[in-house]
């Protein structure tokens, strides 16, 4: 059960995230356990908690420039995908293959989770072929084989790598047609009998199997894929993000918890879309100063504007547990002078909030950037 047993001190907000400016400046700080449904402090300071002048410490926030990451994958039709942030839990990896794999894969320590954000194609799979385009997810089941097939040179998915498996997220009572209604879930068919393709003069097929974070190769005389009927509540699937509504609230700002679709042990999986803003004008459109003290957060950047601000394609940004983040209150000052202007989000963000702490790998360094969306970031009108 939750705890309703809430104190007051000092200078406060009757109602968190609505009114601030009755308390003339200063900047509301929230302080919460379990990501954003357990117990919480907010706190209402005079400074920006992130205007901090360096950092010294392994702490850091990352910001990468997705498009200066090259996996394997990239140049060669054989080559993997590149991790990018991991922890025993779960890892984030970039997949940007131009031709067809060489190979199937098949991954044997974990569920994968791909987010397609450019290209189109196809995941041939034991289950079925599952076509993709941009806002896909698709679901890959620990121990499916398959293999990804594009349809051209330009291809980008943002990988989720579950050690747990794979389930949606629980975001409360809504009925069981929000935030999206289970029939729209793609779930791949066989081709008919007489349709299936003669044999190719193809001598040897491999599958790549990843187990304990290294790869083998498994040689076969004939196409593993060669599945004629299945069945059984285990399989791979899609779901594109236009088929995600978001819950709305027109007087409350509702935290990222709100907007959960995937979740596993040890994360969750959230995507914050395209939604109306904040109606009520006490409301606060922008989210509060925050540490999220038991999760690190990854930000994926699928397209969108805040606040009239481009958001920069492919960027993925990883910020610490226990480090304060939260953009810088001139956006909350033009928001409100805004307000007309500025009254639906557009933004198209894929978020993964990790338990443990989680490493960066130092393959993916080089492509690090300032953090000019947290500290100094600028607003176009």
């Not at 000092?10 to 302080?31: C, F, N, P, Y």
């Not at 293959?97 to 041939?124: I, K, P, Q, W």
């Not at 040897?204 to 509540?233: A, L």
Request: charged share 25%; glycine share 8%.
């Amino acid at each position: 059960m939750k705890s309703w047993i809430h104190v007051s001190r000092g200078q406060v907000l009757r109602q968190a995230h609505v009114g601030l400016d009755e308390l003339e400046g200063l900047k509301e700080d929230e302080l919460g356990r379990k990501g954003f449904v357990g117990r919480v402090a907010e706190f209402y300071r005079r400074n920006e908690p992130t205007a901090w002048t360096r950092i010294e410490g392994p702490m850091q926030p990352w910001d990468l420039d997705g498009y200066q990451l090259e996996p394997e994958d990239y140049k060669s039709a054989g080559g993997n995908p590149l991790r990018v942030f991991y922890n025993d839990d779960v890892a984030v990896w970039v997949s940007r293959r131009r031709e067809a794999m060489s190979y199937a894969a098949r991954n044997a320590d974990g569920d994968e989770v791909h987010f397609c954000h450019e290209g189109t194609g196809s995941f041939v799979t034991e289950f079925g072929d599952i076509p993709y385009e941009p806002g896909d997810y698709i679901v890959i089941p620990k121990g499916t084989t398959y293999r990804v097939v594009p349809d051209g040179t330009a291809n980008y998915f943002f990988i989720i790598e579950s050690v747990g498996e794979i389930g949606f997220a629980d975001i409360g009572p809504l009925g069981r047609h929000a935030p999206f209604d289970p029939s729209i879930i793609f779930v791949p068919s066989l081709p008919p009998a007489d349709s299936i393709p003669e044999p190719s003069s193809q001598t040897e097929w491999e599958v790549r199997i990843k187990q304990s974070g290294e790869y083998s190769s498994v040689f076969y005389p004939f196409d593993p894929i060669d599945v004629v009927g299945w069945k059984g509540d285990l399989f791979a699937f899609k779901i594109n993000i236009r088929d995600y509504r978001p819950i709305t609230s027109d007087r409350m700002h509702l935290m990222p918890s709100a907007h959960g679709i995937f979740s596993a042990k040890g994360f969750l999986i959230c995507n914050f879309l395209p939604r109306p803003a904040e109606g009520e004008r006490e409301v606060e459109r922008v989210p509060p100063f925050h540490r999220n003290i038991d999760y690190d957060e990854v930000m994926f950047a699928h397209g969108g504007r805040v606040l009239n601000s481009e958001l920069a394609p492919a960027s993925i940004t990883l910020l610490p547990q226990g480090l304060h983040h939260g953009l810088p209150d001139a956006f909350n000052k033009l928001s409100k002078e805004l307000w007309q202007r500025h009254d639906y989000y557009d933004q198209k963000l894929i978020a993964v909030d990790a338990e443990r702490p989680l490493k960066v790998a130092p393959e993916v360094r080089h492509a690090a950037r300032l953090m000019d969306q947290i500290r100094g970031a600028k607003i176009a009108d």
